[in-house]
């Protein structure tokens, strides 16, 4: 991971960045004053004064100086001051712009905001972001280090660990749900957030097989995961600070591949479907990330993990699955396998947990990107006060998010004759009707529910801003904030 750090000192470096503002360059205690010659900071205040009215958040300009020191000044758009999404933004797009240097200085505003510099380190560290299976080429531009020029880095020290936690927190996410299938197993995943979760202090971690999940009632785990030779389990990890409040109970679909099982998938639909498991990715990633930064919030995350496999004993439309505390399911689809894994945790969530809120993320559709596109998950809850305070930590996180309605005119859609619900539907409305069905698995925890559908953003075809291209641990950040505000 890109290292960051603050410095008070004034020396000329190689490479420097300023922050500039709607107005020019920030106010900032710099290696500028005394340091460089007068014809450079007149080139300055001359570059400030023009480009500063088109340096939008995220963009820069670069002043070369290949015979001086620094031999390179990138004046970086911040938008608002004020705004931690223009100075995440700016991060990001430095990131890139200095991606060929392994050193970087960013002069400060001698007034920086806390969550400006949080969102300008998160923004420079996720796009820093790199997964890769072999040895890094030599060609592989990488950036290693940035130092924070500031007379006061204790006040801003704290900003800057929530940032690395985040950014930690968001790397593992990815790097699970970018893990090809062929070694992303239930139990790879199960045994690496196991080890993961080892080297927080606080965390307990424990990991259902397939014979627990048989004595215990898990049909619908159990079924789905029946495809394939690797069987299924089910991940519970618990974050309990004494001094919580609270119970939060986060559920992530964790299909580790779906080849849509007999209602078997197109090969091009296939290809991306090891990120079928990005839901569980993300809050297990959130869940070490709260023990983390040691927010005194209960978390519990539950990662219900199979693969949907063409198989022997595969699950068949026309099967009749029973869930978690009886309620049954009738298999229309078998390509509608995640909202099966999901009921069963849900229902345990529910039934044994007593949550005070429970969220769950999912890969769930494709209607999903229909309806809103590559970038914004479908928000679902009947609480709105849930619904709200989820919205307004995705603003602050950077992520998008879309609230949709759960119309009562589409439950008679989930009717069977011989179970309790249709586990897929006709007619369109495919995230809705996914997100009812999930919602009747909520037992008494139903007005404490929301349900993200986070299918398309959960992988970015490109790299943009703090986005790199392939799995973009979509809701870690979400989730991070939304913890937080209940800490404040």
């Known amino acids: 991971m890109l290292t960051i750090g603050f410095s008070s000192a004034r020396s000329a470096p190689e490479v420097l960045a300023l922050p500039v503002g709607p107005d020019g360059p920030l106010p900032a205690r710099s290696p500028l004053e005394g340091e460089l010659e007068p014809?450079?900071?007149?080139?300055?205040?001359?570059?400030?004064?023009?480009?500063?009215?088109?340096?939008?958040?995220?963009?820069?300009?670069?002043?070369?100086?290949?015979?001086?020191?620094?031999?390179?000044?990138?004046?970086?758009?911040?938008?608002?001051?004020?705004?931690?999404?223009?100075?995440?933004s700016a991060g990001a797009a430095l990131a890139r712009s200095a991606a060929q240097e392994r050193t970087l200085t960013v002069a400060?505003?001698?007034?920086?905001?806390?969550?400006?510099?949080?969102?300008?380190?998160?923004?420079?560290?996720?796009?820093?972001?790199?997964?890769?299976?072999?040895?890094?080429?030599?060609?592989?531009?990488?950036?290693?280090?940035?130092?924070?020029?500031?007379?006061?880095?204790?006040?801003?020290?704290?900003?800057?660990?929530?940032?690395?936690?985040?950014?930690e927190a968001t790397y593992l996410a990815r790097d699970l749900t970018n893990m090809p299938s062929q070694?992303?197993?239930?139990?790879?995943?199960?045994?690496?957030?196991?080890?993961?979760?080892?080297?927080?202090?606080?965390?307990?971690?424990?990991?259902?097989?397939?014979?627990?999940?048989?004595?215990?009632?898990?049909?619908?785990?159990?079924?789905?995961?029946?495809?394939s030779s690797r069987g299924p389990r089910l991940v519970e990890v618990g974050w309990r600070p004494r001094d919580a409040r609270r119970h939060v109970v986060l559920v992530g679909k964790g299909i580790t591949f779906d080849s849509g099982g007999i209602s078997i998938k197109p090969r091009d639909a296939m290809k991306l479907m090891r990120k079928d498991m990005g839901g569980a990715a993300a809050v297990i990633a959130a869940t070490l990330g709260a023990a983390t930064m040691g927010l005194p919030v209960r978390v519990t995350a539950l990662a219900p993990m199979a693969e949907n496999m063409v198989g022997a004993g595969a699950f068949r439309p026309g099967d009749v699955v029973t869930h978690y505390g009886g309620q049954t399911s009738e298999i229309l689809n078998t390509d509608a396998e995640g909202r099966v894994v999901l009921a069963d945790a849900l229902a345990y969530a529910a039934r044994r947990l007593?949550?005070?809120?429970?969220?769950?993320?999912?890969?769930?559709?494709?209607?999903?990107?229909?309806?809103?596109?590559?970038?914004?998950?479908?928000?679902?809850?009947d609480n709105d006060?849930?619904?709200?305070?989820?919205?307004?930590a995705a603003a602050g996180a950077g992520e998008n998010v879309w609230r949709m309605p759960l119309h009562e005119d589409y439950l008679e859609l989930l009717g069977s004759d011989m179970a309790d619900l249709v586990n897929s539907t006709e007619g369109g409305a495919g995230s809705v009707t996914a997100a009812l069905y999930l919602r009747e698995f909520t037992g008494t925890a139903r007005d404490r529910w929301a349900h993200l559908d986070m299918s398309a953003p959960s992988w970015a075809d490109s790299s943009d801003a703090e986005l790199v291209k392939g799995a973009t641990g979509w809701g870690v950040r979400t989730l991070l904030r939304w913890l937080e505000t209940m800490a404040d």
């Open 354 to 381: 007593a949550p005070d809120l429970l969220v769950d993320l999912a890969t769930l559709t494709g209607a999903n990107a229909v309806a809103l596109g590559k970038r914004t998950a479908a928000l679902y809850s």
């Open 183 to 227: 070694e992303k197993s239930p139990a790879w995943f199960a045994n690496r957030v196991t080890r993961q979760a080892a080297r927080i202090p606080g965390l307990k971690v424990r990991v259902r097989e397939p014979q627990e999940l048989a004595a215990e009632g898990f049909g619908g785990i159990l079924a789905v995961g029946k495809g």
């Open 108 to 167: 400060l505003p001698d007034d920086a905001d806390p969550e400006a510099v949080r969102g300008l380190a998160e923004g420079l560290l996720l796009a820093s972001y790199r997964f890769r299976l072999g040895a890094a080429r030599p060609s592989d531009p990488q950036l290693r280090r940035v130092t924070l020029l500031t007379a006061e880095p204790e006040r801003l020290e704290p900003a800057l660990d929530r940032a690395r936690a985040l950014a």
């Open 39 to 88: 014809e450079i900071t007149a080139l300055l205040r001359q570059a400030g004064s023009t480009v500063g009215q088109r340096l939008s958040a995220g963009t820069v300009h670069a002043l070369p100086r290949p015979l001086g020191r620094p031999r390179r000044l990138l004046l970086v758009g911040v938008g608002d001051r004020g705004t931690a999404a223009g100075w995440r």
């Open 385 to 392: 006060s849930l619904a709200g305070d989820l919205a307004a």
